[in-house]
């Protein structure tokens, strides 16, 4: 299964940026899907999760401003963020999650810069 995220850039605080993240293989529809960053000298962290069935979950760090949705006929899920902050600014990565681990192997990850 690949994994590839892209839509990321540089950005003003407050403003938005919409991600995606496209997966080659049918276990996308059966999964939970999960948005990941990792800003530099920090640990990986779970900003967003989807589960198949639609249902939502959100860090705190992010709630109210992020929104997570997926397309299961096009086996992709994204990542609408708004109100971005100076501490968004880190790459962004989507995977599978399972039991609240990232699954499969990190794909490509898609860079978000936000100046203040």
């Known amino acids: 299964v690949q994994l590839q995220a892209s839509g990321g850039g540089l950005v003003q605080a407050g403003g938005s940026l919409r991600l995606s993240c496209s997966a080659s293989e049918s276990i996308f529809i059966i999964s939970d899907m999960g948005w990941y960053r990792q800003a530099p000298g920090k640990q990986r962290e779970l900003v967003a999760t989807i589960r198949s069935g639609g249902s939502t979950i959100y860090a705190d760090s992010v709630k109210g401003r992020f929104t997570i949705s997926r397309d299961n006929d096009k086996h992709t899920v994204t990542l609408q963020m708004n109100s971005l902050k100076p501490e968004d600014t880190a790459g962004y990565y989507c995977?599978?999650?399972?039991?609240?681990?990232?699954?499969?192997?990190w794909g490509q990850g898609t860079q978000v810069t936000v100046s203040s």
């Open positions: 995977n599978v999650v399972w039991n609240g681990t990232p699954l499969l192997n």
